[in-house]
């Protein structure tokens, strides 16, 4: 098992073939004030963009405004956030993604506000508490699997599954799937090509280079994830990307004492080299390990205590939210 440490921190190389920026963002040039939002600390940066915690005016409700330097962007780069944008559209009902309410543009920044999810990243929880017991591995991995379903059924891919992207909300009972940069339509009798993601967490035919299913993708990184759960670490690692290559492509990972079979076997059934092999979210579904009853195992109401308490999401004035989208200019792709 390897230590759990964040994808971007564990190698400076990624399968992304985007080239980092040499401008630091400055957030002094961020208005304190956008639209109906009062903008307040920072809590994310990546590459081109940053996401400020911020609040509305007139409802309170927290929301992350991810903000995007147009001019640190090419023109294909700028088809990938409209079609981030595109995609979270279609899927904003789903409980269990993080929901885009509106977006708004200056000159220079394009701006993405978002469903705010104050419990944390499941990452910081297994960091802070370590590995979970397997019964609340389960009502977790539960979750995000429906959300992966959900995608699956509407002909989208994630493609960066990985702890950082999975948010706690509802007091740490209800897990989200976050950020949709990498994600895409598929067919069903198509490949993707796209080198993209977390290495981690990638599956072995994008590290071959090979055209490859997404869904099948999708369905590996699920499996490092549940590792990630139960385990609190990865199941493989490298200090480069070809120590980490290899290992992804020899497809041996070590199963803890601790681990039950069953949930052994449902891994085991995920990190499969072969994508033709690997299971699919029906199987996964329908797998023992996921179908028992564990109601009597151990409880895990005093772990749960130790969450974070975000806001309840009876706060959140939907109504109110679509009426200033509406009075509101909003883009669309």
């Not at 409980?95 to 999810?117: F, G, P, W």
């Not at 590290?207 to 869904?215: A, I, L, T, V």
Request: overall charge negative; charged content about 30%.
């Amino acid at each position: 098992m390897a230590e759990l440490k964040r994808s971007d921190e564990m190698m400076s190389e990624t399968l992304n073939t985007t080239e980092e920026s040499d401008e630091e963002e400055d957030d002094e040039i961020i208005p304190y004030k956008i639209g109906f939002y009062e903008m307040y600390k920072t809590i994310g940066k990546g590459n081109f963009a940053l996401v400020k915690l911020a609040k509305h005016c007139l409802t309170k409700t927290k929301v992350a405004i991810k903000i995007i330097d147009k001019r640190q962007l090419d023109c294909e780069n700028m088809k990938k956030i409209w079609r981030e944008i595109e995609i979270m559209k279609k899927i904003e009902k789903h409980e269990n993604l993080i929901r885009l309410y509106q977006v708004m543009q200056t000159k220079r920044y394009l701006m993405l506000c978002l469903e705010y999810a104050d419990g944390g990243e499941i990452f910081d929880y297994l960091v802070t508490n370590g590995k979970m017991n397997e019964k609340k591995a389960k009502k977790y991995f539960k979750q995000i699997l429906n959300a992966i379903d959900y995608l699956h059924k509407n002909n989208i891919v994630h493609r960066d599954l990985k702890a950082e992207n999975l948010l706690l909300s509802k007091n740490g009972k209800i897990v989200k799937l976050a950020d949709f940069g990498f994600s895409n339509y598929f067919q069903s009798n198509s490949l993707l090509s796209t080198w993209c993601g977390s290495p981690p967490y990638a599956a072995p035919e994008l590290f071959e280079g090979r055209h490859y299913n997404g869904p099948k993708a999708d369905i590996w990184s699920l499996g490092v994830v549940l590792y990630v759960l139960v385990c609190g670490a990865l199941p493989f690692d490298g200090h480069t990307l070809q120590s980490l290559r290899t290992r992804v492509l020899n497809g041996k990972f070590r199963i803890p004492y601790f681990m039950s079979c069953d949930c052994e076997h449902l891994i085991r059934h995920m990190l499969i080299v072969d994508p033709t092999l690997r299971y699919s979210v029906e199987k996964i579904k329908n797998h023992r390990w996921l179908q028992k009853d564990d109601s009597n195992d151990e409880d895990d109401d005093e772990d749960q205590q130790q969450q974070p308490q975000p806001m309840n999401d009876s706060s959140y004035d939907y109504s109110i939210i679509e009426w200033i989208s509406n009075e509101l200019q909003l883009l669309a792709h």
